[in-house]
C-alpha cells in the first residue's frame, strides 16, 4: 500500500498523460474489434472533435491545479475534512477517500448538472454524441471542465483528501470513463460481476439514451452504488439504445465543432421526448 501512496504522491506528468493516452488507445482496439454499434461514420473526424475537447480539459485543469493543490495542503494542515478527522489504516483512507471523492466529485457534479438549466446547457456537448465511444469520455465544453473542476476542489476539501490520492482518484477516473464510454457490451455475467464494484459500459451506456427519463440515470463514474443509492439506477438493453439528445437532432449541431462551442449560449431547449407512432384510427 505504501508502494502505490508514494507512486502517486510523486507521478511524473508523463504518467499522467500515458494513462490518458494509454487508456484511450487500448479501449479504441477493443471497441473497434467487438463492437456494440457497427457505426457509419467518419470515426477519425468523430474522434478529432473529441479529442481537442480533450485537450480543453486538460488545460483547464492544468492552469486550475494549484488551486487544487493548495486545497489539500491546507486541509491537511488545518486537519480539515472526513479523512483528517478520523484515523483511518491506510487501506480504508484510500476506499473511504475514492468514495468520497467520486461521490463529490463526479456523481453530484453530474447529477447537479442535468438539474440545473444553465450547467445543462454546457452538459449538452457530452450528450449530443450520436456515436458513443472511449473518445466521448472527455467531450466537455470547457465551461464544463471549470464546473467539474469546483465540484472535485469541494470534494478535496470535504474529505481532506492528500493530493496522493488526489492523483489516485484522477487516474481511475480518467480510466474508467474511457472503459464505460467505450463502445462495446459485456456479457450478461461479466457485467454482472464487474457491476458490483464498478461502473460498467452497459449501466453508463444508458445514461446516453436520447430522452428522458432514461437520459436522467445511472449518473456514476467510477462505483456503481450511488445511483442504486439515490434511486437513479436503471437497466435498458443495449440494442434498444438511441445515443444523442432530442433536443438537438442536426447533425450539423453536434458534429461541427463551432456549434459544439456555441451550443451552451443558445436559448434553452426543453425536452422534447420520444417519437411514438401516430395510432391508426379505426
Known amino acids: 500500500m505504501e508502494r502505490l ?17 494509454g487508456g484511450m488507445a ?20 468523430h474522434a478529432g472533435i473529441n479529442i481537442f475537447f480533450t485537450l480543453t480539459t486538460i488545460v483547464v485543469n492544468f492552469l486550475l491545479a494549484f488551486i487544487l493543490l493548495q486545497t489539500s495542503d491546507w486541509a491537511i494542515r488545518h486537519q480539515i475534512g472526513l479523512l483528517q478527522m478520523i484515523a483511518l489504516p491506510l487501506w480504508a483512507q484510500t476506499v473511504v477517500g475514492l468514495l468520497g471523492l467520486d461521490l463529490m466529485g463526479a ?19 457530452h450528450h449530443s454524441d450520436t456515436y ?6 472527455n467531450r466537455h465544453h470547457p465551461g464544463e471542465s471549470v464546473v467539474r473542476f469546483a465540484f472535485t476542489t469541494l470534494a478535496v476539501l470535504i474529505m481532506g483528501a492528500p ?20 463502445n462495446i457490451e459485456l456479457p450478461r455475467w461479466a457485467d454482472r460481476l464487474l457491476g458490483l464494484v464498478i461502473v460498467t459500459p452497459n449501466m453508463h451506456h444508458v445514461h446516453h439514451h436520447y ?20 434511486g437513479t439506477y436503471h437497466e435498458m438493453a443495449g440494442n434498444e439504445l438511441h445515443y444523442g439528445i432530442d433536443t438537438h437532432p442536426d447533425t450539423h449541431e453536434h458534429s461541427h465543432l463551432g456549434s459544439l462551442l456555441k451550443m451552451p449560449f443558445q436559448t434553452y431547449r426543453p425536452p422534447v ?5 401516430d395510432e391508426t384510427l379505426s
Open 211 to 230: 430522452v428522458l427519463p432514461v437520459t436522467n440515470t445511472n449518473y456514476g463514474n467510477i462505483f456503481p452504488y450511488w445511483d442504486r443509492l439515490f
Open 132 to 137: 458513443v465511444d472511449t473518445t466521448t469520455a
Open 163 to 182: 493530493m496522493w490520492l488526489v492523483f489516485l482518484y484522477q487516474a481511475l477516473s480518467v480510466l474508467l470513463s474511457q472503459f464505460n464510454h467505450a
Open 273 to 277: 421526448g420520444e417519437k411514438v407512432p
Open 26 to 45: 487500448i479501449f479504441w482496439l477493443i471497441e473497434s474489434a467487438v463492437p456494440l454499434f457497427q457505426f457509419n461514420y467518419r470515426k477519425l473526424h
Open 107 to 125: 456523481w453530484l457534479a453530474h447529477w447537479t448538472q442535468h438539474k440545473t438549466k444553465f450547467l445543462w446547457r454546457f452538459h449538452l456537448i
Open 5 to 21: 501512496v508514494n507512486y502517486f504522491e510523486h507521478i511524473p506528468s508523463s504518467h499522467r498523460s500515458l494513462i490518458l493516452v
